[in-house]
Nanobody, 120 residues
């Protein structure tokens, strides 16, 4: 079983940037499809982005496409989410997830989440 720990959340003004990291330990990270999700207060958890095992394929939610970039470093067992041009509606707890399969992964491991707050 892989364990995931997110970091990099915080508070930023609209238009600013943050980079989230998700460090993985346990079973082979390079074999995992990785994803980022977010959950705003009172709302369901939504998909943000995912990246294939080798990093050569990515998929984004329409609401973040062009502003967020997912990447991974298999040598460091870490997946990143670079978030630029942040908007107040990006405020949420962000979770990373690990799973198998592409383009529709079966996620079976989740991190504890990191809070992102964007003020106007």
């Amino acid at each position: 079983q892989v364990q995931l720990v997110e970091s990099g959340g915080g508070s930023v003004q609209a238009g600013g940037s943050l980079r989230l990291s998700c460090a993985a330990s346990g079973r082979s990270f390079s074999m995992q499809t990785m994803g980022w999700f977010r959950q705003a207060p009172g709302k369901e958890r939504d998909f943000v982005a995912r990246i294939a095992r080798t990093g050569d394929r990515t998929i984004y939610a329409g609401s973040v496409k062009g502003r967020f970039t997912i990447s991974r470093d298999n040598a460091k067992n870490t997946v990143y989410l670079q978030m630029d041009s942040l908007k107040p509606e990006d405020t949420a707890v962000y979770y990373c997830a690990a799973g198998s399969g592409w383009p529709i992964p079966d996620y079976d491991t989740w991190g504890q989440g990191t809070q992102v707050t964007v003020s106007s």
